[in-house]
């Protein structure tokens, strides 16, 4: 019902900044709680941020707090996710989801995109 289609990573210097963009597509995209997660080589997918339906109410990873930030334009079926400061520990495959539960689980999300590689490196 919700398809989820990552873009904006690359290759940056620690440091820098990286805007990701997650469109999706379906009629009920407002009606979700969105989320990016990450998952780094030989870990776990792990939590990043969350934000509500409406796009007030967010909450984020201890580990990107004060650095990343999370927003949506739900005319527009849009996610973004703004990260600054980027550090080595940054580098992951980074993937947006979709759910109808306000957490950090990933086993709540129903619907998820490809995913979109950060590289932090100098």
């Known amino acids: 019902q919700v398809q989820l289609v990552e873009s904006g990573g690359g290759l940056v210097q620690p440091g820098a900044s990286l805007s990701l963009s997650c469109a999706a597509s379906?009629?009920?995209?407002?009606?979700?709680?969105m989320a990016w997660f990450r998952q780094a080589p030989g870990k776990e997918r792990e939590f990043v941020a969350l934000?509500?339906?409406?796009?007030?109410?967010?909450s984020y990873a201890d580990s990107v707090k004060g650095r990343f930030t999370i927003s949506r334009d739900n005319p527009k079926n849009m996610v973004y996710l703004q990260m600054n400061s980027l550090n080595t520990e940054d580098t992951a495959v980074y993937y947006c989801?979709?759910?109808?539960?306000?957490?950090?689980?990933?086993?709540?999300?129903?619907?998820w995109g490809q995913g979109t590689q950060v590289t932090v490196s100098s």
């Open positions: 934000i509500n339906s409406v796009g007030f109410v967010t």
């Open positions: 379906g009629r009920t995209f407002s009606t979700y709680y």
């Open positions: 989801a979709a759910g109808r539960s306000y957490s950090w689980n990933r086993k709540l999300y129903d619907y």
